[in-house]
């Protein structure tokens, strides 16, 4: 049946909108296929066979796409023991560098899923497409791609010259970026808009505000002895890792909006053995970056208790990994653009905030003005139901190419204004 003219949406009228609208079943096979790679973050060689498959996709563009090697980072094992630990590597494409306009496109290829997990299957489930990684953020990775394949196709030759956009897909969001942190940090100081794929949220809503998130390990060092002969002798580090756990715990509700997980508490070893190592995991999240102090003094202060109670000396680890991320300023500007642009494509975008923290959060902190939630349309993130749903593949590369087609052809206004831009001091009037 041919649709009529009032049932079509916005979204596919005029010749690059009924392009990417042609592209929806290539996408939903990309996110199948990348979705039967297990990349959980941990899976260095399942990571490196994702970027190759995307590789071929990234490079038919005028840029040649670089796989970049990060450094390896530093965990806390259960034995409190720093261990290095190599990840996989990062995917950059970069188009016109020295254009006046700059945007960067990013989102993540790793997921939580690890390689014995017993979520591994993509299956179709009538307008969903369920399986690891489909919502976060395999979707968002193909509707960049799609989106700037649309510019590329639509952008008037002569404009070309004046915008340009970079491509970042790193290999460990899912654990706060730890090893990609300078490859962001560089991507955020030479451009001047941030485009992240993460999901939105179930009902199509974007993110406005995030909370800030920080992990710390706490290793506590007693001292081992006999538990039959010379019990007096030791020095309880699961005791003590078990009292600071659950005075940790107890701050919840101290502080509104400030929330400490104690996620995981290890160490110890045979039953006639006094323990001399205990570890504490703990994740925090918090509304506002002038809490950290506090945070750390607490946490500080339970740690220096249970030592001289107890006798066991601690140690913590980690740091604050994300700072909260606010709706102001540029970010502003840019969330109500995106709105603005999808109320003209008929979507109808709504602002949330949540504690859940991505990239946008960290470029944000390095001057990099972002909205974050341009992904799919999905839901169960984190959990063995993830889905997306399938047509907010084309609905969200064609958001995703109006902004870009928008900015670039002065459709939409630049949001950045050329002094606030470091376009060199020469033309700053
Ligand atoms: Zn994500």
């Given at each position: 049946m041919v649709e009529s003219m009032e049932t079509v949406p916005e979204y596919k009228k005029t010749e690059h909108r009924n392009w990417i609208n042609s592209q929806q079943d290539r996408m939903t096979s990309l996110v199948e296929k990348w979705a039967s790679i297990n990349s959980g973050t941990y899976h260095r060689i399942g990571v490196e066979s994702m970027v190759n498959t995307l590789l071929p996709e990234f490079s038919k563009f005028e840029a040649v796409p670089q796989i970049l090697e990060i450094p390896s980072i530093q965990q806390v094992n259960d034995r409190g023991e720093l261990q290095s630990i190599e990840l996989g590597p990062a995917l950059s494409v970069r188009c016109r560098p020295d254009a006046?306009?700059?945007?960067?496109?990013?989102?993540?290829?790793?997921?939580?899923?690890?390689?014995?997990?017993v979520f591994q299957a993509v299956k179709h489930d009538s307008n969903r497409l369920c399986g690891p990684g489909v919502a976060d953020a395999k979707g968002g990775i193909a509707i960049l791609l799609v989106a700037l394949e649309a510019l590329e196709r639509f952008l008037p030759q002569e404009l070309q010259e004046h915008f340009g956009w970079e491509v970042l897909l790193n290999p460990d969001e899912e654990i706060g970026s730890p090893g990609?942190?300078?490859l962001l940090q560089a991507a955020a100081s030479r451009n001047h808009v941030g485009l992240l794929f993460e999901p939105s949220l179930p009902d199509g809503s974007l993110v406005s505000q995030r909370k800030g998130s920080a992990n710390f390990e706490i290793v506590c060092r007693g001292k081992s002895a006999h538990a039959g002969r010379h019990f007096e002798d030791g020095r309880n580090a699961i005791a003590a890792a078990a009292s600071i756990a659950v005075q940790i715990h107890s701050l919840n509700g101290r502080w509104p909006g400030t929330t400490f997980n104690v996620a995981r508490v290890d160490g110890g070893g045979p039953l006639n053995m006094v323990p001399d190592v205990g570890v504490v995991g703990?994740?925090?999240?918090?509304?506002?970056?002038?809490?950290?102090?506090?945070?750390?003094?607490?946490?500080d202060g339970i740690l220096s208790e249970v030592s001289s109670s107890t006798g066991v000396e601690s140690e913590r680890f980690g740091e604050f990994t994300a700072p909260p991320k606010q709706a102001e300023?540029?970010?502003?500007?840019?969330?109500?653009?995106?709105?603005?642009?999808?109320?003209?494509?008929?979507?109808?975008l709504n602002l949330r905030p949540t504690g859940g923290v991505c990239d946008g959060n960290r470029l944000q902190r390095w001057g990099l003005p972002n909205v974050d939630t341009l992904g799919v349309r999905g839901g169960e993130i984190h959990s063995h139901d993830e889905f997306m749903i399938k047509e907010s593949l084309a609905e969200r590369a064609t958001l995703t190419a109006e902004l870009l087609l928008g900015w670039a052809t002065n459709k939409i206004p630049w949001p950045i204004s050329r002094t606030e831009a470091d376009y060199g001091s020469s033309e700053k009037s």
């Open positions: 006046t306009k700059r945007v960067l496109l990013a989102i993540h290829t790793d997921t939580v899923y690890s390689v014995d997990s990609s942190a300078s703990v994740n925090v999240r918090y509304s506002g970056q002038d809490q950290e102090a506090t945070i750390l003094h607490t946490l300023g540029l970010t502003e500007t840019l969330l109500h653009q995106v709105v603005e642009t999808g109320t003209e494509l008929g979507l109808n």
